[in-house]
């Protein structure tokens, strides 16, 4: 299972950006998707979950009405838009999977088998 994070860029606070994640050598559909970050000297941290076929989302409330995650099943593909950016959203940004046909929405790292490389995105002020 490979995934492939692009997107990342400079950005100023109040734009917008868009980062998907490609994956390839696995059943797509199977999988619940997610993003998490991690700026420099701080955890990681969850920023958004879609369920395997993109009906149901969470977020926790510091990218709330900001972040929208969605998936394409045919294209293998999980998307973050992020809006509004602030420069505390600078960070890595990391795209995870596990492989979980249920409804059941994972926040937790540990959960996901499989990452992805990373994208950076910076916010300046």
């Known amino acids: 299972v490979q995934l492939q994070a692009s997107g990342g860029g400079l950005v100023q606070a109040g734009d917008s950006l868009r980062l998907a994640c490609a994956a390839s050598?696995?059943?797509?559909?199977?999988?619940?998707m997610a993003w998490f970050r991690q700026a420099p000297g701080k955890e990681r941290e969850f920023v958004g979950v879609?369920?395997?076929?993109?009906?149901?989302?969470y977020y926790p409330d510091s990218v709330k009405g900001r972040f929208t995650i969605s998936r394409d099943n045919a294209k293998n593909t999980v998307y973050l838009q992020m809006n509004s950016l602030k420069p505390e959203d600078s960070a890595v940004y990391y795209c995870?999977?596990?492989?979980?046909?249920?409804?059941?929405?994972?926040?937790?790292?540990?959960?996901?088998?499989?990452w992805g490389q990373g994208t950076l995105v910076t916010v300046s002020s």
């Open positions: 995870a999977a596990e492989e979980n046909r249920s409804n059941r929405l994972s926040t937790k790292a540990g959960r996901y088998h499989y």
């Open positions: 050598g696995v059943t797509f559909s199977i999988y619940g």
């Open positions: 879609v369920n395997w076929s993109g009906a149901s989302t």
